[in-house]
C-alpha cells in the first residue's frame, strides 16, 4: 500500500505511521511550573539527537480542545529545566497513570503514587524509583508544521547536565539495561520492554 499523511488515505481504521516509528523510548519527563508544583508526564516522540555534550529532545504537541501548549512544555520554558526519567517495566502502571489528563498544576507524582527525588544541578524532582534520569538544562523550542487548523507542533531541546544510575545497572564497568528493562512504545496503545540485547561490531 501507499498513502499521503495529509490526505489521510491509507484506508485503515488508524494511522500506522507510528507503528512504523518503533521502538521508540518514553521520555518520562518531570518539570516544575512558575510556583514550583512539580509535573510528570511520558513523551512517546523522544530520543537522544547529540552525544558532546549530550542532548536529548521530545516532541510535544497541545493540548487537545485547548490550543495551549502542555504543561511540561509550558514549564520548561518558564523555568529553563526539566528532568528524563527511564520508564521501566516495573513501573509501568505508574507510568501510565501520570499520563492522565490533571488540571493545570495537578500532581502526577501523586495521582500515580511516586515518590520524588531531588536532582543536584537542576530543580525539577526526579522518579524516586526510576533507575536511571537526566537532568537537563533547556535549549531551545522548534516550532513544527501541524496540518490541524490553529494548532503547531514542537520539538523542544535539552542538554543533559548530570546523570544517575542505579549502582545495580553497573556491571564491568558498563550499564546493563537488560537489569531494569525499560519501556518503549509501538504504535497505537502498544509497548514493547527490552529484555534482548546482541553486539554487532562496524565493519573496518
Known amino acids: 500500500m501507499f498513502y499521503q499523511p495529509a490526505l489521510r488515505d491509507h484506508g485503515l481504521p488508524h494511522d500506522p505511521f507510528k507503528a512504523l516509528v ?4 518514553i521520555g518520562w519527563i518531570s518539570s516544575i511550573d512558575a510556583e514550583g508544583r512539580p509535573n510528570l508526564a511520558p513523551y512517546s516522540f523522544y530520543n537522544a539527537v547529540a552525544y558532546d555534550p549530550p542532548v536529548v529532545v521530545f516532541g510535544s504537541t497541545m493540548r487537545p480542545r485547548q490550543n495551549v501548549r502542555k504543561d511540561s512544555h509550558a514549564n520548561i ?16 502502571d505508574a507510568m ?6 490533571l488540571p493545570p498544576g495537578g500532581d502526577e507524582f501523586a495521582h500515580a503514587g511516586l515518590a ?3 536532582s543536584r544541578m537542576v530543580k525539577p524532582p526526579r522518579v524516586a524509583a526510576s533507575p536511571a534520569a537526566l537532568e537537563c538544562r533547556y535549549l ?10 490553529g494548532r503547531v507542533n514542537y520539538a523542544v531541546f535539552g542538554q543533559v547536565v ?8 553497573i556491571v564491568d564497568g558498563r550499564v546493563d539495561i537488560l537489569r531494569c528493562r525499560p519501556l518503549a512504545r509501538l504504535g497505537y496503545m502498544d509497548y514493547t520492554v527490552v529484555d534482548n540485547v546482541f553486539a554487532m561490531d562496524r565493519p573496518g
Open 116 to 118: 520524588t527525588a531531588p
Open 140 to 149: 531551545r523550542t522548534v516550532e513544527l508544521p501541524c496540518d490541524a487548523p
Open 162 to 169: 548530570g546523570i544517575h544510575i542505579d549502582d545495580s545497572l
Open 22 to 25: 518503533a521502538p521508540r523510548p
Open 96 to 101: 501510565n497513570a501520570s499520563s492522565a489528563s
Open 77 to 92: 520554558e518558564a523555568t529553563g529545566e526539566f528532568v528524563v526519567n527511564l520508564a521501566t517495566d516495573a513501573l509501568r
